[in-house]
């Protein structure tokens, strides 16, 4: 189960490293008299929602039509959290601002990204797992991040956003068809979303389990 005053600590430093984040865009603004960055904001919002989503289905885990509408959102919108793990792709030195500001600008992003991603799929873990099991628990985490990581495939290398899925599906599902039937495309989706789903299986470790040590010293 939930401990709302833990969770709403971690929500706080959630909170706290996005608004840092923003500052440096605001700070990056105040230098070069642009706003080149702007897109990471709106990004770093999309990553946010899972968490909202992951919220309102603990909120109404008992009354299961609204607690699976609320994960199913949550899993559609999950990939932008690790997807702004891509966006260094926009890194190059720019007129005017040092690259290691940008570097550090986006890794503010990066992090307070991933870390609100990783805190909700930690609290669906617990609902899953309490209702089903460690194992099963496991598996969903397993499972959601393959398809997160191939989510991300999506997003970076086709440019499909998660409110595609629900707007056009079958648009979506055509590209797939097409794109996947090829053997060299197949094979680099294959080779980049097992890599990114190891990196953020790794990170979700490190995320989980000093919060179940921490849950555990304090139960004593």
């Not at 990783?118 to 460690?134: C, I, K, P, Y």
């Amino acid at each position: 189960m939930l401990h709302k005053q833990n969770e709403l600590k971690l929500v706080l430093w959630g909170a706290a490293g996005s608004l840092l984040a923003v500052l440096l865009v605001i700070v990056r603004w105040l230098l070069v008299g642009n706003f080149t960055f702007d897109f990471m904001v709106w990004n770093l919002f999309l990553a946010w929602l899972p968490l909202l989503f992951a919220a309102m289905a603990w909120r109404w885990w008992e009354k299961r039509p609204f607690s699976l509408l609320y994960t199913t959102l949550w899993l559609l919108f999950f990939p932008n959290a690790p997807y702004i793990l891509t966006d260094f792709i926009h890194l190059r030195q720019r007129g005017g601002v040092p690259i290691w500001f940008d570097f550090l600008l986006l890794l503010a992003f990066a992090l307070a990204g991933l870390y609100v991603g990783l805190l909700s799929l930690d609290w669906l873990h617990r609902l899953v797992a309490g209702e089903n099991g460690r194992f099963l628990g496991w598996l969903f985490v397993l499972t959601t991040l393959s398809l997160s990581s191939f989510g991300v495939y999506m997003g970076r290398f086709w440019r499909w956003n998660s409110w595609d899925m629900l707007l056009r599906p079958t648009a979506v599902l055509t590209h797939l068809a097409h794109t996947l039937t090829d053997p060299a495309n197949a094979q680099h989706t294959a080779t980049a979303t097992l890599l990114l789903t190891v990196i953020l299986l790794i990170s979700y470790a490190f995320f989980h389990f000093p919060q179940k040590a921490r849950e555990r010293e304090t139960n004593l």
